[in-house]
């Protein structure tokens, strides 16, 4: 009889014992989970922010028509200057269809601050035609972010 109770008593512990490692091991990952989604989210609003500050720039270069073109330049160039170091971290740290969706962002954005720097005016079809191919890649890009980071349409999370 005491051996049934001693045994038993083994048996629970184990039981127990194993349970608390599979719920901390859920926990733990749940939470790992949720620290590498609060990571790409902020990198995602720095990246955006990124953008949209180089684009605002390009497009305060473009409306001024009293400008000259080394100050166009110099201005274009150092607005985009910080999207540079957060592309790379996009690369890194995001899905490879955000990453997809950022490099397009990122190029359709080059090619507009290019057009400003060889002095297009924000009026000239060149830049229209830039900006809106921009605002299609920007737009497939913040889906592509809200997918990955599962955002539904009403702004919440799952």
Known sequence: MQWITLISTMVGAAIATGSAMLLDRQRWRRERLDRETQARRALY?????????????????????????????????????????????????????VVEASEDAFRRLRDLRDRVMEGVSASEPAYLEGRRRYDDALALLRARMREDLRIGEDGTAP
């Open 45 to 97: 609003g720095e990246y955006l922010a990124g953008l949209s500050e180089a684009r605002h720039a390009c497009g305060n270069v473009a409306r001024d028509p009293d400008m000259d073109l080394s100050t166009r330049r110099t201005t274009a160039r150092e607005a985009f200057g910080p999207c540079i170091g957060l592309r790379y971290q996009m690369t890194i740290s995001a899905p490879s269809r």
